[in-house]
T-cell receptor
Framework: KNEVEQSPQNLTAQEGEFITINCSYSVGISALHWLQQHPGGGIVSLFMLSSGKKKHGRLIATINIQEKHSSLHITASHPRDSAVYICAVNSGTYKYIFGTGTRLKVLA | GAGVSQSPSNKVTEKGKDVELRCDPISGHTALYWYRQSLGQGLEFLIYFQGNSAPDKSGLPSDRFSAERTGGSVSTLTIQRTQQEDSAVYLC?????????????FGQGTRLTVV
């Protein structure tokens, strides 16, 4: 079993839909990161969380430390949101442990 | 620079040849990481540099892989006698300092194809 599990693995949505991507982890963490990887490989850091909730534009990330779970929400989804979304955790060191990603496709 | 820069962006090489991948971190970032993403797989840690400390090479998959970081800035990942299983996207990241709560910034990656 991977230490960081994401669901769903693949997601197709219609433009405008509210999207939720989930991340569960089994290790103690200091911080959790949500990353976005566009076709071509480039990765952008979306959020770094250690507690609570953060919002940036149409993106919202929450974390529940007790339940070892985080969610990434996208409101009013758009085709340009199509990407792979990756959850990564730091378990107190510099090393990230990555989930395998959620491939999102938003249809116009 | 404005971001983490990697070169080349794409590299096709013949099996058995050596390749060098380059990473220019964000200026002033002391921590630098190399990761590998094989097709359909998650990101895999390869090596970590922090300032002048000895690098953590624990993720390098074989002795054909090596990396160096000159002057605490530019890093080169070298793969000798490439094999087809080395085909992957190699990603470099840097952060201002080491530590769990420090955000890492990723480059665009180098897509390596070994034929």
């Amino acid at each position: 079993k991977n230490e960081v599990e994401q669901s769903p693995q693949n997601l197709t949505a219609q433009e405008g839909e509210f999207i939720t991507i989930n991340c569960s982890y089994s290790v103690g963490i200091s911080a959790l990161h949500w990353l976005q990887q566009h076709p071509g490989g480039g990765i952008v850091s979306l959020f770094m969380l250690s507690s609570g909730k953060k919002k940036h534009g149409r993106l919202i990330a929450t974390i529940n430390i007790q339940e070892k779970h985080s969610s990434l929400h996208i409101t009013a989804s758009h085709p340009r949101d199509s990407a792979v979304y990756i959850c990564a955790v730091n378990s107190g060191t510099y090393k990230y442990i990555f989930g395998t990603g959620t491939r999102l496709k938003v249809l116009a | 620079g404005a971001g983490v820069s990697q070169s080349p962006s794409n590299k096709v090489t013949e099996k058995g040849k050596d390749v060098e991948l380059r990473c220019d971190p964000i200026s002033g970032h002391t921590a630098l990481y190399w990761y590998r993403q094989s097709l359909g797989q998650g990101l895999e840690f390869l090596i970590y540099f922090q300032g002048n400390s000895a690098p953590d090479k624990s993720g390098l998959p074989s002795d054909r892989f090596s990396a160096e970081r000159t002057g605490g800035s530019v890093s080169t990942l070298t793969i000798q006698r490439t094999q087809q299983e080395d085909s992957a996207v190699y990603l470099c990241a840097s952060s201002l300092m080491a530590g769990a709560n420090t955000e890492a910034f990723f480059g665009q990656g180098t897509r390596l194809t070994v034929v």
